[in-house]
């Protein structure tokens, strides 16, 4: 299988994501502060149910616990350059930067694969379902924040492309354990610490604290959802 067929898959997995996020916006579109919070619940959960565990049981601890503090060095810097222009975009940008990166290791894993054609349909299984709720949480941040719809199918193409190019490095080079390790420790960090302090903190004070509790809970609900199905 191509990695432009796999590409293609990963655009649609996205998009099915967004199209769930949409339909849930519709429910909360009198409160940007609650998708928000609900976005952050669900990323905490995404960590905690499926991503923290599989990385630690597939990668080399050391190095998952090094990407992770890179991660949040990385934030820092990031912080002070886009909080100096605009606050209200930072959150979108670290995200997205995130995504790009949590990709990054499944994709070598899916190039090393590639030229075993017994593993073709658990790729292309795989390939559907893993970014869903990545497609999810993006498309709700974008509306959370009321970012222009262009730059979220720009974020999807960009994943797509990014998917593809480094399903193929992973198909004709060789990255070891420890860097894939890293590069995933670094997306957990970013992910986590965005979704805590961008999408929770930020916004828990701007409405009561039953309705943050609710919203971050309907969050981290569905990303178990997310997980048992997926």
Not at 121 to 145: K, N
Not at 208 to 216: G, I, L, Y
Request: charged share 5%.
């Amino acid at each position: 299988m191509s990695t432009l067929v796999l590409g293609g898959l990963l655009f649609l997995s996205i998009n099915l994501g967004g199209g769930i996020a949409w339909l849930v916006a519709r429910l909360f579109r009198r409160s940007n502060e609650g998708l928000a919070l609900l976005c952050g619940g669900f990323l905490v959960g995404l960590l905690a149910s499926d991503i923290i565990p599989s990385a630690f049981h597939v990668y080399e601890s050391p190095g998952i616990v090094l990407g992770i503090l890179i991660g949040f060095m990385f934030l820092l810097v990031v912080n002070k350059l886009l909080y100096s222009s605009s606050q209200h975009n930072s959150s979108v940008y670290l995200l997205t930067i995130a995504l790009f990166i949590h990709t990054i290791p499944l994709s070598l894993t899916i190039g090393n694969l590639l030229g075993d054609s017994s593993f073709a349909l658990a790729i292309s299984t795989s390939t559907i379902l893993h970014h869903i709720p990545e497609g999810f949480a993006l498309t709700s941040i974008f509306l959370a924040q009321g970012q222009k719809i262009i730059g979220l199918f720009l974020s999807f193409i960009g994943l797509s492309i990014c998917f593809s190019l480094f399903i193929w490095i992973g198909h004709h080079l060789y990255l070891s354990i420890m860097a894939q390790s890293i590069l995933l420790g670094v997306s957990i960090g970013l992910i986590a610490l965005t979704s805590i302090k961008e999408f929770i903190l930020h916004n828990v004070r701007k409405v009561s604290m039953r309705t943050s509790v609710t919203f971050v809970l309907i969050g981290y609900l569905f990303s178990i959802v997310f997980h048992f199905l997926l």
